[in-house]
């Protein structure tokens, strides 16, 4: 039974998207996961989170995947055991010497390889399956065909996004925002990048600034880099097929909209297995909460982007 | 001595300009298939390129595409096998996968690339026991960080000049604009084009996006010479055939002299949109700290 996992960007939100229908929720260790410190829990919270879950007989993962610096590995160490007792089902790496550290120390503890490790290809798959990951995290771009020969040739599990953004670049493989503006902070003891997603802190969005393509002349202005959108919906009944975790991103986003988006697709999975589809309601359903969304996202696009002008002007 | 290499992405460039300066080069264009010339998709151009560096005895480095999805991987083992046909010195990738394949199935020698996204330690020494041979930090590193990596038995290179990549796409953006440039692949991409938006300026190669600004270390050379890596490289890729020439007899003399300002002034006469140092001191990537030069 492919699994459904929503984001935790609060208690309040690992609450309602299990109330919601949730199989699972990934949360944010604080400091340390790829979001603003505001969307990560701390370590009370995390226990809390954990209750909450094994209550409801469902699991949490959570989500390590900032890269530390060298002198930062022995505090990844004892974050890792933390975790470990505290119970979570899962952590969620981007770095692969990491992954072979959690699967030295806890080969019990599942490895999910990130979103950020930007997942390609095959062999890529198949390496990333032999450092300790049991679940890779599928780039958006990647085409259902690919998706199943990754899935047949590495025989490792797969996690599809079906409610993201999909970026100009390859996810993980982007510093643009760091080039723009970047503040070196720290909490706890751990260095935290504002500014780079790869190494902790938020990306500025410089994507949907507003750019010129110039040259001789100014060919175009205006215009973003692409920075769309991303929810599936058609390719869901055939997905829940072969691949093994269907996530929801959306830490940053209210507590109320992701727990519709969430309860949206927990009753469109259900008809899918049911096999009572039929996909137009469906469709004008999902266009109702893209518009909601949509409208949380550019509220907080613009209190980034004046974030980064700020770190410039400093 | 540090090696000091660039990169030439097709037969064209290499038979218009001088890599006198260089140690080794770094063949092919890794962010575009299409390319025009590009010697990863290019076999006869690849072997007279190989031929004609090797009788200037330098060493050859063959690169790969940067960003292989599943039906990438056949034309990359093609060009794989190609390489060890022509007895190159390397391989140079950027993938995972792609690396693991080489050792596991050539055990030849591996560079990894910038975009392999090394960031920590652990992942230094796991490479190491891979077998891999040398690594590129991932460009996001302060040199505190890099030098930490020494640790290991794994050669380091860095860029010391040229244009960074600052990410990576399934496709050409640029193409989007092919009627309001009134140019298409493979010819757009070799203009002087550029993303601008207020106080950022990118320039469009590719599936790539690299920095508008040139990276120079030129003031900063010993910072680096007292980690004591192994190559510096200059990123040419993109640029104007005289320019890898250029740049690269600067830093020669800069590796085997000292600071000549009038070197420094021509490195930044070269950057249209100025220069930089990456994020080898900390902060954003397009600031230019200050150094020798004040």
Known sequence: ?314 | MVELVTNVPTLEVLSKCSVEPYDAIYLGNPYCWDYDGNLISNFNDLEVAIEMLKEMGKKVYITTFAAPRNADLPKIFKLIDKALELNVDAIESTNYGVINYIKKEYDFRVHAGGFTNIYTSATVELLENLGVERIMPAYELPIEDIEKFKEYDVEIEVVVHGKIPLGISHNCFLLEFKDDVGMDCPHICKQEIWYKSDDLVLKPFGNATLSGKDLCMYEHIEKLNELNLDAYRIESISERISYREMVGKIYRKRLEGGFIKEDFEKLKSLAKYGICNGFYFNKAGQIYVGGLDG
Request: charged share 30%; net charge neutral; aromatic share 8%.
């Open chain 1, 1 to 314: 039974m492919v699994e459904l996992l929503a984001p935790g960007g609060s208690l309040e939100m690992v609450k309602a998207v299990f109330d919601a229908g949730a199989d699972s929720v990934y949360v944010g260790v604080k400091g340390w996961s790829r979001r603003a410190s505001r969307y990560e829990l701390d370590d009370e919270q995390i226990i809390k989170a954990v209750k909450i879950a094994e209550n409801d007989g469902k699991s949490v993962r959570a989500a390590i995947n900032a890269m530390p610096k060298t002198h930062e590995i022995k505090m990844f160490k004892e974050k890792l055991d933390f975790l470990y007792s505290a119970g979570v089902d899962a952590v969620i790496l981007n770095d692969v010497g990491l992954m072979k550290i959690v699967k030295d120390s806890y080969p019990d503890l599942k490895i999910v390889a990130s979103i950020g490790c930007n997942i390609l290809n095959y062999e890529e798959a198949k390496f990333y399956r032999d450092a300790g990951a049991r679940m890779i995290v599928a780039d958006c771009k990647l085409s259902m065909d690919e998706l199943r020969e990754i899935k047949e040739k590495a025989r490792v599990g797969i996690e599809v996004l079906i409610h993201a953004n999909t970026d100009f670049t390859y996810l993980g493989k982007c510093w643009m925002s760091s080039y723009k503006a970047l503040r070196v902070e720290s909490i706890n003891g751990k260095s935290y990048y504002v500014g780079s997603p790869n190494r902790g802190g938020v990306c500025f969005r410089p994507c949907l600034m507003k750019w010129s393509l110039i040259g001789n002349k100014t060919y175009a202005e205006g215009f973003n880099l692409p920075n769309t959108m991303f929810l599936l919906l058609d390719e869901i009944p055939e997905l829940v097929n072969f691949v093994d975790c269907l996530k929801i991103q959306g830490r940053e986003y209210s507590t109320g909209l992701i727990k519709k988006i969430v309860e949206f697709y927990r009753n469109f999975m259900d008809a899918c297995i049911a096999n009572e589809v039929n996909l137009d309601d469906w469709r004008a359903k999902l266009h109702e909460l893209a518009k909601q969304r949509d409208a949380e996202r550019i509220r907080k696009t613009i209190e980034l982007m004046k974030v980064a002008d700020n770190e410039i002007r400093i």
